[in-house]
C-alpha cells in the first residue's frame, strides 16, 4: 500500500494525513518537523556556556582586584607625599639644624601606622659645606614594608678652619 495513494503518509514515529505531509513539504518535512519539535538546548551547550561565562566573570573580578590595589597603593603614596610636606613644615633643613646623624619619629594625624626617619650625611669633606640629607616616610602595606623617600642637597658654603 502506498501511502501517497491512500492518503497517509508514513513517518518513523506515526503517519500523517498526505495532505498535512505535502504541506509541510513531503516527507523529509515530516521527518524535519519531528526532529525541531525538540527544543532546548543539550547538556554539552550548556556547561560550554556555563565555563566561558565562569571564565569572562573571572576575567572581570581579576580586573576589578587589580584596579583596588593600584588605588590603594596610589592612596598610600599620596598620604606619603603629605606627611613629607607636613614634615618640612614642621622641622625645616636650615643652618642650625644641619647634623649629621639620624632622626626619626611617629607621623601625626590620620591615617595611622606612618613614620618617618631623616639622616644627614656630607657629602664629600665636611668642611665643603655640601650635605645630603635623606627623608623617608614608611609603612607597612599588608605586610610589605614600603617607602617613600625624598633626598635633597643643602650647600652651606665651605667651612673656615
Same mark, same amino acid.
Request: overall charge negative; hydrophobic content about 60%; charged content about 10%.
Given at each position: 500500500?502506498?501511502?501517497w495513494k491512500d492518503g497517509?503518509? #508514513? #513517518?518513523v514515529g506515526g503517519a500523517l494525513p498526505a495532505a498535512e505531509a505535502v504541506r509541510l513539504g513531503g516527507m523529509h518535512a515530516c521527518m524535519r518537523s519531528r526532529r525541531m519539535s525538540r527544543t532546548g538546548f543539550t547538556l554539552v551547550e550548556v556547561i560550554l556556556a $556555563?565555563? $566561558?561565562a565562569s571564565t569572562a566573570l573571572l576575567a572581570l573580578l581579576v580586573a576589578a582586584t587589580k584596579c583596588l590595589r593600584v588605588a590603594r597603593v596610589a592612596k598610600n603614596y599620596e598620604n606619603a607625599r603629605h606627611f613629607l610636606e607636613r614634615l618640612e613644615a614642621a622641622h625645616p633643613i636650615g643652618e642650625d639644624d644641619i647634623a649629621q646623624g639620624e632622626s626619626s619619629g611617629e607621623c601625626e594625624g590620620p591615617p595611622e601606622g606612618y613614620a618617618w626617619t631623616r639622616s644627614v650625611e656630607p657629602v664629600g669633606e665636611e668642611r665643603d659645606g655640601l650635605y645630603r640629607v635623606r627623608t623617608r616616610i614608611h609603612w607597612s602595606d599588608r605586610g610589605s614594608n614600603t617607602f617613600e623617600q625624598v633626598t635633597t642637597y643643602v650647600y652651606l658654603g665651605e667651612k673656615e678652619e
Open positions: 500500500m502506498d501511502g497517509w503518509v #508514513g #513517518g $556555563i565555563a $566561558i
